[in-house]
């Protein structure tokens, strides 16, 4: 196409660089909250998106990226700070349990079936977060800036809908 890798990258990054972080809603009924593993560079560097779901409007509210530690979710319940959740629903990651408050949060597969269809979109759609392939992500700043644009974009979709 005549077109230099170099201002397909800086392209994508000045965009980024306009997107705001995901806003929650004053109320969540059902918040999902799960994380996805990919790599940047190599499989020994890995990198997770931990992100909550909003099942009733389906919507990413609030998105970390980094390592799957108890300070990143941490990071992304402090994103959601000002906002009150009826119901957390998650995995049995050990990280939840340390971190969400307990009186509302669930533990169930039935509970993050919405979110773990977010994964599969997000993985289908984001070549870089297949499993196996090819293409992936050579800095954490490319890799995070096509996930908060993923993101943005699934958000401005399901308003159409």
């Known amino acids: 196409m005549g077109i230099s890798p170099n201002t397909v990258l800086g392209a994508i ?7 705001p972080a995901p806003a929650p809603p004053a109320r969540i009924q059902d918040l999902e909250v799960d994380e996805f593993w990919s790599f ?3 499989k020994a560097e890995q990198r997770w998106t931990w992100y909550g779901f909003d ?8 998105l970390v990226n980094g390592r799957r530690t108890d300070g990143n979710c941490r990071r992304l319940y402090e994103q959601l700070q000002g906002c009150r959740i009826t119901h957390w629903h998650t995995d049995d ?3 939840y349990g340390k ?8 533990v169930s597969k039935a509970g993050t079936r919405h979110i773990e269809r977010q994964n599969l979109n997000f993985r289908t759609h984001v070549k870089r977060l297949h499993r196996r392939t090819i293409c992936f992500s050579k800095s954490t700043e490319m890799h995070d ?8 974009h699934a958000n401005s979709q399901q308003h159409q809908i």
């Open 93 to 95: 990651w050990q990280s």
């Open 145 to 152: 800036a096509v996930l908060r644009l993923y993101a943005q």
């Open 99 to 106: 971190v969400l408050p307990p009186r509302r949060h669930q």
């Open 40 to 42: 940047v560079g190599t």
């Open 13 to 19: 990054r000045a965009e980024a660089a306009t997107v």
């Open 55 to 62: 099942r009733q409007r389906r919507q990413i509210v609030a």
